[in-house]
């Protein structure tokens, strides 16, 4: 039988080819597609790595103070090479804040200048961003404001860019040689900071090199909240890492000596991850603690690596992690959270309680985005019960900002995504790829505006100057973990959001920018000027 | 317009199902449009443009419904014309379209975007099938046709064995 000369068998067989195409597509992506979807990709490292959870957790030293006097504390801080032990028995050269990996921590009081003279004994030009930080713009490093350091030819050679932004000179760049001092009024609701290195476009080496610290701003109201302190207050800054044969870092860098040419190969675009997961410069260490109430301060400062925490007990059980602060401060009230999704430069402050896990016995921070040995982060071995006079009050702060879109005067659209620069690939906010001399956002000190983030894969988006709200994300509502001051979001593939926020604090040069450190380095930075 | 005029005076001596025989034809005229429209909503959106993520859920809210709409007037064709391959194939979309949605709304992209470019094809098959001739006008008088009893097992194959299927109520 036939219908205009087609016999039904054949039409079976057409149809049956394209059942089976359309499994086999679906089959295909099913195999092929990264689920849950990551952006970058791995180094793998060429020593062996340590069991997990064997290595103590370092706290980071706190940075003293030169002078105090005047209401104003003075540091100095050298960059400088050094060999810091990471892995057991290997000394890893690396570039450091005073040879150390994290660099030592900055403790400072709400409204109190800190002072920070930089002096840069590394091969390279350097800048230092407080990321979080209300600051001056002379002071915020922007990314051609280059200390050199002794003996560099000439102050352009800091200044070579792909061909993507050839010939681009910042006439607006102050470079000094040598030294820096940065001014931070820090008068800014506390919260945990990080500093780390910003130069144009060797930002992402410099981090994985080692040039990051963290900076914590208090106030006497947090203080008085009786939230877990002392040794019951960890800083905790996760990265990830690879190491070479020579138990050095690998990173693939078209340039090792990060001097002339920036960027990675097209295989690392997307950003590169690590192997190694480190807290404090740790690999997978672990902490004992009392049976009772902690406060974590949770940084993610890895280049590219995304991370969805959660505390899960040696029975499987997983414990609350009850956020009371996010990027910039305090919550208005605690918010209980099973799992927190951590993009490069967020933060959180999170508290969780012990108490009723068995003397003995383990808690694991894991990372449900990871494989193998990075779903691994860090273990909590309970040594004792304690007694415990800490507590999570009902309300934590007050001074949270109330915008509304009706006050945004402005509503701006921005897309991050891969696209071509004058030559290779690189990421733009836009569709333009960075230009110091450029202007692109001008906004007038004192507007709300609402911005509306568009990402075609994962770009955490970050503000200098100004903590943000989630307005929505994904045309819906903002996630659980979305509450709070932001100065950092993360969009996953595909997905957008509105925030708002006003610029309020000192006019000048400023940036928005994605925070994977390989997506900012080529390209995807933008000029926000405030005036 | 020639295709019903060719098609309504036949329907009309079997009154109940030439309507029937519109109405599916609009539908998946309509559903087609409305999906076509998707990818470019999603292209516009990506390219920067927030709203278009608006259209892009509002489309997918459009598209599910005609959906859901063309499964029941399917539902009318299969039972009033003994035609399930029409029904089969559109279960099969509905499926399709309901797991896209869920997808999109979780941003599972791999699945997303390989799942709706399937039920696109898929879609504009039916279109195909659905305006390529006359549709089956008879029901019952082809009840006793040897081709009619064909359909059931010809059905099973989707929207394919439909177009055999009409061709045996032809």
Same mark, same amino acid.
């Given at each position: 039988?036939?219908?205009?000369?087609?016999?039904?068998?054949?039409?079976?067989?057409?149809?049956?080819?394209?059942?089976?195409?359309?499994?086999?597509?679906?089959?295909?992506?099913?195999?092929?597609?990264?689920?849950?979807?990551?952006?970058?990709?791995?180094?793998?490292?060429?020593?062996?790595?340590?069991?997990?959870?064997?290595?103590?957790?370092?706290?980071?030293?706190?940075?003293?103070?030169?002078?105090?006097?005047?209401?104003?504390?003075?540091?100095?801080?050298?960059?400088?090479?050094?060999?810091?032990?990471?892995?057991?028995?290997?000394?890893?050269?690396?570039?450091?804040?005073?040879?150390?990996?994290?660099?030592?921590?900055?403790?400072?009081?709400?409204?109190?200048?800190?002072?920070?003279?930089?002096?840069?004994?590394?091969?390279?030009?350097?800048?230092?961003? =407080?990321?979080?930080?209300?600051?001056?713009?002379?002071?915020?490093?922007?990314?051609?404001?280059?200390?050199?350091?002794?003996?560099?030819?000439?102050?352009?050679?800091?200044?070579?860019?792909?061909?993507?932004?050839?010939?681009?000179?910042?006439?607006?760049?102050v470079v000094t040689r040598s030294t820096r001092t940065h001014t931070f009024p820090l008068d800014q609701r506390p919260t945990l900071l990080w500093y780390h290195d910003h130069r144009m476009d060797f930002t992402?080496?410099?981090?994985?090199?080692?040039?990051?610290?963290?900076?914590?701003?208090?106030?006497?109201?947090?203080?008085?909240?009786?939230?877990?302190?002392?040794?019951?207050? =960890?800083?905790?800054?996760?990265?990830?890492?690879?190491?070479?044969?020579?138990?050095?870092?690998?990173?693939?860098?078209?340039?090792?000596?990060?001097?002339?040419?920036?960027?990675?190969?097209?295989?690392?675009?997307?950003?590169?991850?690590?192997?190694?997961?480190?807290?404090?410069?740790?690999?997978?260490?672990?902490?004992?603690?009392?049976?009772?109430?902690?406060?974590?301060?949770?940084?993610?400062?890895?280049?590219?690596?995304?991370?969805?925490?959660?505390?899960?007990?040696?029975?499987?059980?997983?414990?609350?992690?009850?956020?009371?602060?996010?990027?910039?401060?305090?919550?208005?009230?605690?918010?209980?959270?099973?799992? =927190?999704?951590?993009?490069?430069?967020?933060?959180?402050?999170?508290?969780?309680?012990?108490?009723?896990?068995?003397?003995?016995?383990?808690?694991?921070?894991?990372?449900?985005?990871?494989?193998?040995?990075?779903?691994?982060?860090?273990?909590?071995?309970?040594?004792?019960?304690?007694?415990?006079?800490?507590?999570?009050?009902?309300?934590?702060?007050?001074?949270?900002?109330?915008?509304?879109?009706?006050?945004?005067?402005?509503?701006?659209?921005?897309?991050?995504?891969?696209?071509?620069?004058?030559?290779?690939?690189?990421?733009?906010?836009?569709?333009?790829?960075?230009?110091?001399?450029?202007?692109?956002?001008?906004?007038?000190?004192?507007?709300?505006?609402?911005?509306?983030?568009?990402?075609?894969?994962?770009?955490?988006?970050?503000?200098?100057?100004?903590?943000?709200?989630?307005?929505?994300?994904?045309?819906?509502?903002?996630?659980?973990?979305?509450?709070?001051?932001?100065?950092?979001?993360?969009?996953?593939?595909?997905?957008?959001?509105?925030?708002?926020?006003?610029?309020?604090?000192?006019?000048?040069?400023?940036?928005?920018?994605?925070?994977?450190?390989?997506?900012?380095?080529?390209?995807?930075?933008?000029?926000?000027?405030?005036? | 317009?020639?295709?019903?005029?060719?098609?309504?005076?036949?329907?009309?001596?079997?009154?109940?199902?030439?309507?029937?025989?519109?109405?599916?034809?609009?539908?998946?005229?309509?559903?087609?449009?409305?999906?076509?429209?998707?990818?470019?909503?999603?292209?516009?959106?990506?390219?920067?443009?927030?709203?278009?993520?608006?259209?892009?859920?509002?489309?997918?809210?459009?598209?599910?419904?005609?959906?859901?709409?063309?499964?029941?007037?399917?539902?009318?064709?299969?039972?009033?014309?003994?035609?399930?391959?029409?029904?089969?194939?559109?279960?099969?979309?509905?499926?399709?379209?309901?797991?896209?949605?869920?997808?999109?709304?979780?941003?599972?992209?791999?699945?997303?975007?390989?799942?709706?470019?399937?039920?696109?094809?898929?879609?504009?098959?039916?279109?195909?099938?659905?305006?390529?001739?006359?549709?089956?006008?008879?029901?019952?008088?082809?009840?006793?046709?040897?081709?009619?009893?064909?359909?059931?097992?010809?059905?099973?194959?989707?929207?394919?064995?439909?177009?055999?299927?009409?061709?045996?109520?032809?």
């Amino acid at each position: 039988m036939s219908e205009y000369g087609v016999e039904r068998r054949r039409v079976f067989g057409i149809g049956g080819a394209l059942g089976m195409l359309a499994a086999g597509g679906l089959t295909a992506s099913t195999v092929l597609a990264r689920r849950p979807a990551v952006t970058g990709a791995e180094l793998r490292s060429a020593v062996p790595l340590p069991v997990p959870y064997r290595t103590p957790l370092p706290v980071p030293t706190v940075l003293r103070p030169v002078d105090t006097a005047g209401g104003v504390d003075r540091y100095r801080v050298t960059q400088r090479a050094a060999r810091v032990p990471i892995l057991p028995g290997v000394d890893t050269p690396m570039w450091t804040y005073e040879g150390a990996f994290p660099g030592p921590t900055i403790e400072s009081r709400r409204g109190r200048p800190v002072t920070v003279t930089y002096r840069n004994e590394l091969p390279v030009p350097t800048v230092v961003h =407080l990321h979080g930080g209300r600051t001056p713009a002379e002071s915020d490093g922007y990314p051609t404001d280059l200390v050199l350091p002794r003996g560099w030819r000439d102050p352009m050679d800091g200044m070579r860019h792909p061909a993507g932004m050839a010939g681009m000179a910042d006439p607006r760049a102050v470079v000094t040689r040598s030294t820096r001092t940065h001014t931070f009024p820090l008068d800014q609701r506390p919260t945990l900071l990080w500093y780390h290195d910003h130069r144009m476009d060797f930002t992402a080496p410099a981090i994985w090199r080692g040039l990051a610290g963290m900076h914590v701003v208090r106030d006497d109201a947090e203080d008085a909240l009786g939230l877990p302190a002392g040794p019951r207050e =960890l800083p905790l800054m996760i990265t990830d890492r690879a190491f070479a044969a020579d138990g050095g870092l690998a990173y693939p860098a078209l340039d090792p000596t990060l001097r002339e040419r920036p960027g990675v190969p097209e295989r690392y675009l997307a950003g590169v991850l690590g192997d190694v997961i480190l807290v404090n410069g740790a690999p997978w260490p672990v902490h004992e603690v009392d049976a009772a109430r902690y406060r974590l301060r949770i940084l993610n400062a890895s280049n590219a690596r995304h991370y969805e925490l959660e505390a899960v007990t040696d029975d499987g059980r997983r414990l609350d992690l009850v956020q009371v602060g996010a990027d910039q401060g305090l919550l208005a009230a605690p918010v209980a959270q099973r799992r =927190l999704p951590i993009a490069p430069a967020e933060r959180y402050d999170v508290v969780v309680d012990f108490a009723a896990v068995p003397v003995g016995s383990r808690v694991r921070l894991r990372n449900r985005l990871g494989t193998g040995r990075t779903r691994e982060v860090l273990a909590f071995r309970v040594a004792r019960k304690a007694a415990d006079r800490s507590r999570i009050p009902r309300v934590l702060s007050r001074d949270l900002p109330t915008w509304h879109r009706g006050d945004a005067v402005r509503v701006r659209d921005f897309a991050f995504r891969a696209g071509r620069m004058d030559s290779g690939h690189g990421w733009l906010i836009g569709g333009l790829p960075f230009d110091p001399a450029r202007s692109d956002v001008t906004a007038r000190l004192g507007d709300v505006e609402v911005w509306r983030l568009i990402a075609d894969v994962h770009h955490p988006v970050h503000l200098h100057l100004v903590g943000f709200r989630v307005l929505s994300r994904g045309g819906r509502r903002p996630l659980p973990t979305d509450v709070g001051l932001k100065d950092t979001i993360a969009l996953r593939p595909g997905e957008s959001a509105e925030i708002i926020t006003r610029f309020d604090g000192y006019r000048g040069r400023y940036l928005f920018h994605c925070h994977n450190a390989e997506h900012e380095d080529m390209g995807m930075m933008a000029n926000l000027d405030i005036v | 317009m020639t295709t019903a005029a060719k098609t309504l005076p036949p329907a009309r001596a079997v009154p109940r199902t030439g309507p029937a025989g519109w109405v599916l034809r609009s539908v998946v005229s309509a559903h087609v449009a409305a999906i076509l429209a998707q990818p470019v909503f999603a292209g516009v959106y990506l390219s920067g443009d927030f709203d278009a993520l608006g259209w892009h859920a509002t489309g997918a809210d459009i598209v599910t419904t005609l959906g859901y709409v063309q499964l029941v007037v399917a539902v009318v064709a299969w039972v009033r014309l003994r035609q399930p391959g029409l029904f089969l194939g559109t279960v099969a979309l509905v499926a399709a379209e309901t797991v896209q949605y869920v997808a999109g709304m979780d941003g599972a992209l791999w699945l997303h975007l390989p799942l709706g470019v399937l039920t696109i094809a898929g879609l504009i098959g039916q279109f195909v099938a659905v305006w390529l001739r006359p549709l089956p006008r008879v029901a019952r008088a082809a009840d006793d046709l040897p081709e009619a009893t064909d359909e059931p097992r010809t059905g099973t194959g989707g929207r394919e064995a439909r177009l055999t299927g009409e061709a045996g109520d032809e």
